[in-house]
């Protein structure tokens, strides 16, 4: 027995569904959505490669890279063009974000590296002057002010994970690992630096002195040479227990310069490095130094990467995956860093991002980089990690300008005046040739607007959609494709009450013939605006996906509320008895009279 529709509920979840719709919308709390270049213009970074005539292929690639992170939501919309010989400019719209440009400017080369000697643990770099005590339970040189607090996601009975418990990873800058033996939680590296001597002015003078005056405050302004390895440096796992002379006396030399002044260092893989690491929470923190081996794992190693708050933290993490030499690789260095408390580095563009400790052996190639991220800066390092490092360089020095929108304020104007004038045609020509049927197509066009006002601003706010003119033109060829499914629905409702159907039997009949073609219909567009939305790029892209969009709105509307409608307006029998202004008279119809009776 065929269970009998009530399109009564049918309607309730309907309309309980845009409430809640509606209800994310206020929590996001922007009730305007985000324009794209062409309707409020926004911000040209324009990046000058440091060769004067890098090869075609090479800038092309690092083109499409670049467009593959900026336009990683797919609905951004941004422009990324090839300009003369050497140039990449990127107009982005929207005000000037910093996350943005550091996504497009970053070169993006991340490598794994083990760590020899830092400023918090020299290690075998330490010079005759005696090494600063490290207090156990805190893990920074005794006498530091710094507070050290537990960290809550740990356990401090066990191996005690920090933020990276689902990984194994330690945090190196805020979510140390926890002592094995149930003590207080270690020093993350990132905090570690406070507690340096260097710090604070001495109150004693020093028992050593200098053999020559230094040259100055920094020497990271001109590229630094990584130094010479020893024998085993393409053995990081056994050169970083005795690194060689040549490269102990170039860390010790080195020093950090401060922040503002850049740091420049030549990263190559198979030589060690000696590098800085800066505190992104405090800028007033004195950067930390380290002595690393050679690269363990590459960049080009990693299958993904992305941004996350892990289930038992707080704070956004990147998490990465390796492929399968790499996940052996990590599972040695886990391994033997979490039997002797080393320490690896993850480096980024040269420059050291974290430092943590292992609190467990990682053997599934699963890891993360934890420290203190925003959701933003989370988001823009692991959209640069995932579509890979740019092939050539490009100056530090990036040109940035705000830029005004490509459209007149009037041509926006003309194309809403536009959709607004297609949309009362249609709902007129309706009104006058379905009469009181044309109200349900009013209501379903109306409900459809909402729904598809509601559903932009929810894209604005999560993916970073951004309405363009194409756009536009995508949604009100929706207002046809919409009015074309009412019209298909009616007609079949026609032709069943033609065959001598009353109006309750004739919507559930040709509901049934009018859906299947329906559907068909919709398959279509859906399929077309695939296509458009993969293949093509900037503002067809954009096209595509509110043309797809807003054929799933025809098909969610047309389901759940035009039939429903439908389906209640035949109860009364000022549509069921064929009224005059019903649109199912027997005038239009062209019969004698409405066929009367009959239960759907």
């Known amino acids: 027995m065929a269970r009998k529709p009530l399109p009564g509920r049918t309607l309730v979840a309907f309309f309980v569904g845009m409430a809640l719709l509606y209800g994310l919308v206020a929590l996001a709390g922007d009730w305007k959505p985000q324009l794209g270049l062409d309707l409020q213009g926004g911000t040209r970074i324009t990046l000058v490669a440091t060769d004067e005539e890098p090869a075609a292929d090479s800038l092309e690639q690092a083109r499409q890279i670049i467009d593959s992170r900026v336009n990683g939501g797919g609905v951004t919309e941004a422009d990324v063009v090839v300009e003369g010989d050497n140039l990449i400019v990127v107009e982005i719209p929207g005000a000037q974000r910093r996350d943005l440009i550091e996504t497009v400017k970053r070169q993006a080369q991340l490598r794994f590296r083990l760590v020899a000697c830092s400023e918090v643990v020299p290690g075998p770099c330490a010079t005759g002057a005696p090494a600063p005590t490290v207090d156990p339970s805190t893990g920074l040189p005794e006498g530091s002010t710094v507070e050290v607090q537990p960290n809550s996601g740990g356990d401090q009975g066990g191996n005690g994970a920090g933020n990276g418990a689902g990984n194994g990873a330690g945090n190196g800058a805020g979510n140390g690992a926890g002592n094995q033996d149930g003590a207080s939680n270690r020093a993350p590296v990132g905090f570690a630096r406070a507690g340096l001597p260097a710090a604070e002015p001495s109150d004693a003078p020093s028992e050593d002195a200098t053999e020559e005056p230094s040259e100055g405050p920094s020497q990271g302004v001109q590229p630094i040479e990584p130094p010479e390895g020893g024998e085993q440096v393409d053995q990081p796992l056994q050169w970083v227990d005795s ?6 006396e ?3 030399e080195f ?23 800066y505190s992104e929470e405090d800028e007033s923190l004195p950067p930390v130094k380290y002595l690393l081996s050679a690269a363990a794992i590459e960049g080009t190693q990693l299958t993904d990467a992305a941004a996350q708050i892990p289930q038992t933290g707080t704070e956004w993490v990147v998490t990465l995956s390796f492929n399968g030499e790499a996940t052996e690789t990590f599972a040695d260095i886990s391994r033997k860093l979490f039997n002797n408390g080393g320490q690896f580095a993850v480096v980024l563009d040269g420059e050291v991002i974290s430092a943590p400790r292992m609190d467990n052996v990682i053997s599934n190639g699963e890891a993360q980089i934890s420290g203190s991220f925003t959701e933003a800066s989370a988001q823009s390092l692991a959209t640069s990690l995932k579509f890979g490092a740019l092939p050539i360089a490009f100056q530090d020095d990036v040109s940035t300008e705000t830029i005004g929108p490509s459209l007149a304020g009037n041509q926006l104007e003309a194309g809403l005046w536009a959709g607004a004038a297609g949309l009362g045609l249609v709902m007129l020509y309706c009104l ?3 009469r009181g049927l044309g109200l349900v197509v009013l209501g379903s066009l109306a409900v459809a607007a909402l729904v598809t006002y509601a559903l932009v601003l929810l894209l604005s706010e999560t993916a970073g959609f951004t ?6 033109a995508g949604f009100i060829i929706a207002v046809g494709v919409t009015a074309d499914s009412f019209i298909l629905f009616f007609e079949r409702i026609r032709d069943e009450m033609r065959e001598g159907k009353s109006m309750r039997v004739a919507v559930e009949t040709g509901w049934k013939r009018a859906r299947v073609t329906r559907l068909a219909a919709n398959t279509v567009s ?9 293949f093509a790029t900037g503002a067809v892209k954009g096209f595509g ?7 799933l709105i025809d098909l969610a509307v047309l389901f759940w509320f035009t039939k429903p409608a439908v389906s209640y307006l035949a109860r009364y029998r000022f549509f069921n ?13 062209g019969m004698d009279r409405v066929p009367a009776g009959g239960r759907a």
Not at 262 to 276: F, K, Q, Y
């Open 243 to 248: 690194p060689n002379q040549a490269a102990i």
């Open 250 to 252: 170039a860390y010790n």
């Open 255 to 277: 020093q950090c310069p401060p922040e503002d002044e850049g740091l420049s260092v030549v990263d190559d893989p198979d030589r060690p490095l000696v590098t800085c690491e």
């Open 432 to 434: 006058l040739y379905y």
């Open 467 to 472: 309405l363009t003119l194409p756009g536009i």
């Open 526 to 534: 859906l399929l077309s605006a695939a296509v458009l939305y993969i």
């Open 545 to 551: 996906f509110a043309l797809g969009l807003s054929t």
């Open 577 to 589: 008895g064929g009224g005059r202004l019903s649109g199912l008279s027997p005038e239009t119809l």
